[in-house]
Nanobody, 114 residues
């Protein structure tokens, strides 16, 4: 069983920055593909960024050049550095891990507003 706990969500002004963290515990392996998703009420959860076990990354077009995903396998932690935040980035952000099974965190709220 794998547990994922996100942290770092906050209220920030447009143009600001935040770093989200996802601490993984349990039977987590560096083989897991991990990612960040986000969801706003009434819309489907969407992929923001993903990272493979080998470190390859992919991003949604809407966040390319502004967000950076990274992982520290020694600490079993996933990160999302978010810069130049926009109001449309407001959402609940979820951590996801997948290999043989898939797991979700409980989410952390990011609000971008002046």
């Amino acid at each position: 069983q794998v547990q994922l706990v996100e942290s770092g969500g906050d209220l920030v002004q447009p143009g600001g920055s935040l770093r989200l963290s996802c601490a993984a515990s349990g039977s987590i392996s560096s083989r897991y593909m991990m990612g960040w998703f986000r969801q706003v009420p009434g819309k489907q959860r969407e992929l923001v960024a993903g990272i493979t076990s080998g470190g390859s990354t992919n991003y949604a077009d809407s966040v390319k050049g502004r967000f950076t995903i990274s992982r520290d396998n020694a600490k079993n932690t996933l990160y999302l550095q978010m810069n130049s935040l926009k109001p449309e980035d407001t959402a609940v952000y979820y951590c996801h891990a997948a290999w043989i099974s898939a797991y979700w965190g409980q989410g952390t709220q990011v609000t971008v507003s002046s």
